[in-house]
């Protein structure tokens, strides 16, 4: 007879978006997950989940359309015809054609290209590539996120992720929608606010946030920063600003607080379209702290984000809301721990500075690819161009893992144009992704049911861990075993730089982020997540990283590049070039669904039920002017 034996939980994290929920998952004889609920010990979602880790995660995982082998194309590029191989011919192929390349065209025409740094996938895919003597890597900070870490960075915070949003007495809420982003962070605004917690939000859309702030500012789409020094003015002028905390702490109060006096609320309401007293009222509330400055993509992914971010980091900065409870918290790390951004800076796995200034678009954006960029990655729409035209070099192979860049980097049809150049592309998915569909050789990868993952989340704070339950579908493979299979096969062609990718298995790859901090990784398994001790503050001890150890309202190194060391109101591009008279109403696009990651489970039928058709908003007022009505 046989014995059934009781479903088994594992305490996880969920990864499908950077809320990181604390998960508990129920788990059958057979290794298969039957069960994901929230776990509501989770410091960091303390017991908050959505639609997308409940069901479309084990949906995507054991679906139908799973991609379960390696697939090599045999039909034209795009034509959907494949044929099955085994990993090793896969493997072998990808190391033959790759190293093809990169004989005839040098180790920079190789290029590697991932979505975000908030997985291991990014610093995995960098050290792949610079393993193999190229600096070219792509990831989504100029789609999300670049504009607030570069700021962040020159100005020295480092207060990415640190919302202290519950404690809080004001929340400043800017080009965000956490109702849809975020849904552990949504709960925290609600609570908030029945705390007698008051609310701003600043954006054009009317977001559920919208709905239940105190005051909501509808600025002209990009106009953002204008808001932000007229209320960095108003505090100084009004001696609301942390005098002590500036002075010990900040490099370029003088400067800034002469630049701010150009923005007077009415110049700021002729800029941006809100009313000069709302503006003024912003400024009053956000000063009656202490508040946090909850930030979006809204004005990330901008041609002047930068600088908008930059004046609302100077605004936390100068009102003393930095690293204090219920403002914005530092990023902060258990002593001898190594996140992955440390690791994608740090000198044992760099190549050599000459090689890496060659980066595409460190050129032309210092600050933003190459060495001294965030993420040292590359400027992504440089790559197209150089697949497209050979300068500033060729690119001519690809190898891009959890990344759609076909549907998710702007003009598909350009990207759909660079892929069909290609010597070489080879895709990393789960399932047949428009992207996967142009590679010549799609690799399946495993889920994040079946891939486990440590990372610090700076929510909690804490470390999180993420667990492997039972085998991966079919061959599905990790992205770390299948850059090492593929660079043990570039090594025996003689193909291999350097040897900057040393970690065969996840496991070891964790130990080395846990390093020598005290975490017990057992404990950590056991917990899905473990704490550590988080000071506050603390100033003195933990410098701000800028060549003036302080905070930079004036950027030495924004100067250092000829470019504005200070905070400004930039107009945005769609403002600086002339109006074509076809084209009229203006676009935003983003707008976060419920049943969606992105273009991430749309194949699956409960989500399309939901959600079947994308949808477009239109201010009442212009539907009415061209005679649309809801649903046309
Ligand atoms: N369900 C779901 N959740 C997700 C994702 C998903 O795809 N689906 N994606 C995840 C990812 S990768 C990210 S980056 C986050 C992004 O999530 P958010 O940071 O919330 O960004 P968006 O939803 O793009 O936009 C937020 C708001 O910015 C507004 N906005 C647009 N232009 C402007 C402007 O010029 N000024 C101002 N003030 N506001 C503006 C929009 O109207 C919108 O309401 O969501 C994450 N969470
Ligand atoms: N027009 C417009 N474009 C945008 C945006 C916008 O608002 N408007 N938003 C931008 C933003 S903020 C972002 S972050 C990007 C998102 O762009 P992408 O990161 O491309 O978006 P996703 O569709 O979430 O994920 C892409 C792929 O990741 C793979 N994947 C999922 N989980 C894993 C995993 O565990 N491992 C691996 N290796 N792969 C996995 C899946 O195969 C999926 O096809 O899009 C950007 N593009
Ligand atoms: S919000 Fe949803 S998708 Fe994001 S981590 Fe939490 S459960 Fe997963
Ligand atoms: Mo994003």
């Known amino acids: 007879m046989n014995q059934i034996a009781s479903p088994r939980t594992v305490h996880s994290t969920c990864w499908e978006c950077s809320a990181y929920c604390g998960s508990i998952l129920t788990v059958d004889d057979a290794g298969r997950v039957v069960k994901v609920a929230p776990n509501p010990a989770s410091p960091v979602s303390r017991g908050a989940f959505c639609v997308k880790g409940i069901r479309a995660l084990p949906e995507q995982t054991y679906q139908d359309s799973r991609l379960r082998h390696p697939l090599r194309r045999v039909g034209p590029r795009g034509s959907g015809q494949w044929e099955q191989v085994s990993w090793d011919s896969a493997l072998d192929e990808m190391a033959r054609r790759m190293a093809e390349v990169r004989g005839k065209y040098g180790p920079k025409s190789l290029v590697g290209a991932v979505s975000g740094a908030a997985f291991s996938r990014g610093p995995i895919m960098a050290l792949l590539m610079r393993s193999l003597g190229s600096p070219n890597w792509m990831i989504n900070q100029d789609l999300c996120g670049g504009c607030r870490g570069v700021s962040d960075k020159v100005t020295g915070l480092s207060i990415q992720g640190g919302e202290e949003v519950e404690a809080a007495r004001c929340l400043l809420i800017v080009g965000r929608n956490p109702a849809m982003a975020d849904p552990p962070q949504w709960i925290e605004v609600k609570k908030m606010q029945a705390r007698g917690g008051k609310i701003i939000v600043i954006d054009p859309f009317r977001t559920q946030a919208a709905e239940i702030a105190d005051l909501w500012l509808r600025p002209e789409p990009g106009t953002d920063g204008a808001i932000a020094m007229a209320m960095v003015r108003h505090l100084i002028l009004n001696g609301l600003y942390a005098r002590d905390f500036v002075a010990r702490y900040t490099h370029g109060f003088e400067k800034l607080a002469e630049r701010a006096t150009r923005y007077t609320p009415e110049v700021a309401a002729d800029i941006t379209g809100c009313p000069a ?22 004005i990330d992914a901008a041609s002047n984000g930068v600088q908008t971010f930059r004046a609302f980091h100077a605004l936390v900065a100068i009102s003393g809301n930095l690293d204090r409870p219920g403002g914005n918290r530092r990023a902060k790390r258990p002593a001898g721990f190594r996140t992955w951004m440390d690791l994608i800076h740090d000198s044992r796995f760099r190549l050599p500075e000459e090689v890496e200034k060659q980066t595409i678009g460190a050129d032309k954006y210092p600050l933003w690819a190459g060495p001294l960029g965030w993420q040292t990655a590359c400027h992504n729409s440089s790559v197209l161009d150089a697949m497209l035209t050979g300068e500033p070099y060729p690119v001519r192979a690809l190898y891009a893992s959890g990344v759609n860049i076909t549907v998710m980097y702007p003009d598909t049809r350009r990207t759909l144009d660079a892929l069909r150049s290609l010597d070489f592309f080879a895709v990393a998915a789960q399932t047949m992704t428009p992207t996967a569909a142009m590679a010549d050789l799609v690799l399946p990868k495993t889920t994040g049911l079946e891939e486990e993952e440590v990372t610090l989340t700076a929510k909690g704070p804490c470390i999180t861990y993420t667990a492997a339950v039972g085998a991966p579908q079919g061959e599905a493979r990790c992205d770390l075993t299948i850059a090492a299979g593929l660079l043990d096969r570039m090594r025996a062609l003689g193909a291999v730089e350097a040897e900057l990718l040393p970690w065969k298995t996840p496991e070891a790859f964790n130990r080395f982020l846990i390093g020598d901090s005290n975490i017990d990784l057992d404990a950590l398994k056991e917990k899905g997540f473990l704490e550590f001790p988080y000071r506050m503050g603390d100033f003195e001890n933990q410098k701000f990283a800028t ?14 590049f000829g470019l504005d060391p200070l905070p400004d109101y930039m107009p945005p591009l769609d403002r600086v070039v002339e109006k074509d008279p076809d084209f009229p109403l203006r676009l935003q696009t983003g707008i976060r669904e419920k049943t969606y990651h992105h273009s991430r489970f749309r194949e699956q039928a409960w989500a399309r039920k939901v959600s079947p058709d994308p949808k477009v908003y239109v201010n009442p007022v212009t539907a009415a002017e061209y005679g649309l009505a809801e649903e046309d």
């Open 547 to 560: 060549p003036t150890g302080k905070i930079e309202l004036w950027s030495t190194l924004l100067e250092r």
């Open 277 to 298: 007293a709302d503006i003024q009222r912003a400024a009053e509330m956000y000063a009656d702290g202490p508040s946090c400055f909850v930030s979006g993509h809204g």
